[in-house]
T-cell receptor, first 113, second 109 residues
Framework: KAGVTQTPRYLIKTRGQQVTLSCSPISGHRSVSWYQQTPGQGLQFLFEYFSETQRNKGNFPGRFSGRQFSNSRSEMNVSTLELGDSALYLC????????????FGPGTRLTVL | GIQVEQSPPDLILQEGANSTLRCNFS?????LQWFHQNPWGQLINLFYIPSGTKQNGRLSATTVATERYSLLYISSSQTTDSGVYFC???????????FGQGTRLTINP
């Protein structure tokens, strides 16, 4: 099976712009989660989608949003970018329940100038 | 919320040495995973181990859920084992993983 894929792998934006990141889960997985990794805060949970519904959301401002499509692919959007949004954004997929193993994609490295 | 603490934060060893990484968590969990983050940032699954013991080659892991800790053992370390190791836990119904701060392992030749 193909693993989790994320596009683009690298992105450079300027403050005030918006960005959309994409994640395709492992075939058959219906749950997609997003995480942000920064040197200062470590790995933090952004949100999780299952069957196009957001089931859980982390403690991030409303500028961070996401959605999931009927084929389980997910996108996350960050509007009005700030310097502090520079981070590695990781997507993970699992088959469903909270006890299931999560598998991560290679990440998108976002730099905000 | 649940707290996850990993120790030590940094570990420097010579090739061939054995190492033990520890993960303590503050509440009951129904999911515990160990990851190795490669130099490009991807998290590589090592173990899914909410309880019990598992082994995979030179790596093994043990989780004692009743005492709220997990251990990752690496034997006969190789330079390719270098990197950051993360422990992450999930709790019932939360649909997310909570990560520790990681242990940075450096294996010198």
């Amino acid at each position: 099976k193909a693993g989790v894929t994320q596009t683009p792998r690298y992105l450079i934006k300027t403050r005030g712009q918006q960005v959309t990141l994409s994640c395709s889960p492992i075939s058959g997985h219906r749950s997609v989660s997003w995480y942000q990794q920064t040197p200062g805060q470590g790995l933090q949970f952004l949100f999780e989608y299952f069957s196009e519904t957001q089931r859980n959301k982390g403690n991030f401002p409303g500028r961070f949003s996401g959605r999931q499509f009927s084929n389980s692919r997910s996108e996350m959007n960050v509007s009005t970018l700030e310097l502090g949004d520079s981070a590695l954004y990781l997507c993970a997929s699992k088959s469903g329940g909270s006890y299931n193993e999560q598998f991560f994609g290679p990440g998108t490295r976002l730099t905000v100038l | 919320g649940i707290q996850v603490e990993q120790s030590p934060p940094d570990l420097i060893l010579q090739e061939g040495a054995n190492s033990t990484l520890r993960c303590n968590f503050s509440d009951s969990v129904n999911n515990l995973q160990w990851f190795h983050q490669n130099p490009w940032g991807q998290l590589i699954n090592l173990f899914y181990i909410p309880s019990g013991t598992k082994q995979n080659g030179r790596l093994s892991a043990t989780t004692v859920a009743t005492e709220r800790y997990s251990l990752l053992y690496i034997s006969s370390s190789q330079t390719t084992d270098s990197g950051v190791y993360f422990c992450a836990v999930g709790i019932q119904g939360a649909q997310k993983l909570v990560f520790g701060q990681g242990t940075r392992l450096t294996i010198n030749p």
